[in-house]
DNA sequence: CAGCATCCAGGACGATACTG
DNA sequence: CAGTATCGTCCTGGATGCTG
């Protein structure tokens, strides 16, 4: 990108602009829930598909309460497929799709932001609590 | 750690590690905040400087109590800095900090992975809830 | 195994009113 | 102008127990 080299500035206006004012807020909001982040990684991590109680152990803390949810969001916005073998005991795995794998290079790009700067990030809390 | 090029891959359990397991996420939960981003890109766009009353305007919908709760975050987290002149009618100006700065890039990915996925996304869900 | 149902606590957020 | 205070609502997410 970067034809029109004009249009390169971050425009919040130019986002609430873009075909629906609320798309890029809720799909921000999405990722920035509590597990969705870590779900995705780790989906990734383990080949791109994996069953249900493998996610369960790849994301410490979470519970089948929250795997479930976030799973079954992944699954409504196409980031995963969901598919069900008719086996006693009973199998589900989790396949991401390509739009979901699309999500993966930015949110890269937030962890390792993130990785780079908490430190700086803690310090400045610890001296604004200070007063 | 990060010695061997081999770790280029995205570790949860890797990020948990890292130094605090909470970390990562604790940064990635506060920007996925309904205003944070919002308000970070438009103090970007007013040239990275700017008083309270000109943020109000840049981020539509915002209301006078997030939009001071949403600064003094991010103030705490040491993104911008505050700065109040002793004047009638008082002054106050916030300008990024370099560490603030630094979150533009990370942000720009997200936002046009979100401008370029959100259709799809839509779609999605639309087949999903036709069911 | 892979979940769903229920209950509950805490926080996010909006609306409104007030102030140095 | 640049907030704070207060109230009420909605939603997130944890804990627990049950099921096909």
Redo the contacts between chains.
Sequence with gaps: MGASSKIR?????A??R???PL???????K????WT??VV??L??LGGRARFSELER???GISQRMLSSTLKNL?????VIREVFPEVPPRVEYEMTE?GR????????????????????????S???ER
């Design positions: 500035q971050l425009d919040p206006a986002i609430c873009s075909s629906d798309a890029v807020r809720e799909l921000l909001t990722i920035g829930d509590k982040i870590f990684l780790s990734d991590l790849a994301v410490p699954e409504r916005d196409g980031m739009l699309r999500l993966l290079h930015p949110t890269q790009g937030l962890v390792d932001w993130a990785k780079e700067n908490w430190e700086q990030v803690r310090e400045a809390q001296r604004y609590d």
